[in-house]
């Protein structure tokens, strides 16, 4: 029977020093980590098991000097190759224009499709987006080159009515404060439970959160600190709440916001976090980040 698998992609999220000069999840605490893992992962203590819950470093550098960047380490995510060994360097934010015939052919969407697999990507898009598209093909991110290539729709605000999907921000706040939506105001904690129930409806999910790149970067002070209990919130009910059938991956593509002291990324590991049936396995899998797709897909064709 095919597994139900869902992967929540964050922008910007390692695994760095135990210091809480530098690392917000060590000044601040973090749910996630405190209550459910019973303990926050750090440079000296990578790997964090509980129960059917396992949170792990993925190499995001994949032997190639330099900062890694969300353009190479999204494209090596989602597509099961090491774009930055490709490019000879690390490139971002956006694909590189010599990544996109990879995209294309190799991208996790373009696979389940070929298989007959249900997929999709709950992020919705604002009509902002739609505008732009029109006059912009080059600056867009992995995610949406990967699902449009394939032949997928994007969803759109009606979507979120249905709850069929979620705004990258997780509450539709900021739709509503910086688009002139007229959205639902809803808790972490319920995107969260309405995430799990598209999961169930489909072989696979992706949902892409980038906010937590934004606030690493210094961008938007005075929403630091309610971005970094959002999504705490988010990921604390998933990881509390998950289905029998569903297994949960939690990703990053590079090292930032477990750093404020800068304002650049890092050559920390980025984090990783498998939890259900699968979550031993799939984090012994997973090393680099062009190994997430390729462990995906091997799940999903498991008995």
Known sequence: MPQKILLVFLDGVGIGEANAEKNPFFKYGFKTFDTFFKQRPSLENQTLQKGNAVLFPIDAIMGVGGFPQSGTGQTSIFCGINAQQHLDMHFGPYPHSSLLPLIEEHNIFRWYKEHNLQAVFANAYPKAFFTYLKTHTRRLSATTICYQSAGYRLYKSAEVYK??????EITNERWNTKLGYHLPVITPELAA??????????????????????????????????????????????????????????VSDHGNLEDISVKTHTYNPALGIAAGKHARWIAGEIVQLKDIKNAITRLQLKE
């Open 163 to 168: 709850g069929k999907a979620l705004t990258a």
């Open 193 to 250: 439970k309405r995430l799990l129930k598209i999961a169930q409806l489909h072989d696979f999910t992706l949902y892409e959160y980038f906010l937590t790149d934004y606030i690493g970067h210094g961008r938007y002070p005075l929403e630091f600190m309610n971005f970094y209990h959002e999504i705490d919130n988010f990921l604390y009910t998933l990881l509390t709440n998950i289905p029998e059938d569903v297994t949960l991956i939690v």
